[in-house]
T-cell receptor, first 111, second 115 residues
Framework: TQLLEQSPQFLSIQEGENLTVYCNSS?????LQWYRQEPGEGPVLLVT?????EVKKLKRLTFQFGDARKDSSLHITAAQPGDTGLYLC???????????FGKGITLSVRP | DADVTQTPRNRITKTGKRIMLECSQT?????MYWYRQDPGLGLQLIYY???????NKGEISDGYSVSRQAQAKFSLSLESAIPNQTALYFC??????????????FGEGSRLTVL
């Protein structure tokens, strides 16, 4: 069974602060995705990382895929209330091309 | 209009009743999925289908069944609902041509409460 551990599970910060959250596994993934889910909606893809060591930036969000393709981090600079939501990472393996989801990180950014 | 549409959005039912959740998509994707989301447990895969005649069990298929009536439609049934099936259910789609990245497109969810 491939498990993705996300940490921390909950995070509450003040607007303007920086934060880093993590997605770790003992398994190797061919790619890894980060989704954000807002209340009452389905998850929406933020980014896919494919290459070990890859860094992708999406405005104030920076995503990194570990060199061994087993882990990933998400760094948010100067967090805003609009960043509030549930952040899910999901790893893709070659077998059947199915995604394995982590349990998610609930982020609350206070004005 | 949403590309992936789920009906109903909310449903309250009683133990033992049969429930069907429906999903339709206009994205033209061949792959469709049903997930269940519970607080603190993330998304768990119930069933998935890569084509109209293809049905596969996911991690938690017991107590559920599915039907892929057409490429655009994938329905989830609970033959005899029980309270621990109370959850938020999501339908999702993906494109085989995108299988190396496997992006999922989710519906807005169906909240089911079993009393």
């Amino acid at each position: 069974t491939q498990l993705l551990e996300q940490s921390p599970q909950f995070l509450s910060i003040q607007e303007g602060e920086n934060l880093t959250v993590y997605c770790n596994s003992s398994s190797v993934f061919s790619s890894l995705q980060w989704y954000r889910q807002e209340p009452g909606e389905g998850p929406v893809l933020l980014v896919t990382v494919v290459t070990g060591g890859e860094v992708k930036k999406l405005k104030r969000l920076t995503f990194q895929f570990g060199d061994a393709r087993k882990d990933s981090s998400l760094h948010i600079t100067a967090a805003q209330p609009g960043d509030t939501g549930l952040y899910l990472c999901a790893g893709l393996t070659g077998a059947n091309s199915k995604l394995t989801f982590g349990k998610g990180i609930t982020l609350s950014v206070r004005p | 209009d949403a590309d992936v549409t789920q009906t109903p959005r909310n449903r309250i039912t009683k133990t033992g009743k049969r429930i069907m959740l429906e999903c339709s998509q206009t994205k033209g994707h061949d792959r469709m999925y049903w997930y269940r989301q519970d607080p603190g447990l993330g998304l768990q895969l119930i069933y998935y289908s890569f084509d109209v005649k293809d049905i596969n069990k996911g991690e938690i298929s017991d107590g559920y069944s599915v039907s892929r009536q057409a490429q655009a439609k994938f329905s989830l049934s609970l033959e005899s609902a029980i309270p621990n099936q109370t959850a938020l259910y999501f339908c999702a789609t993906s494109d085989t041509r995108d299988r190396n990245t496997g992006e999922l497109f989710f519906g807005e969810g169906s909240r089911l409460t079993v009393l």
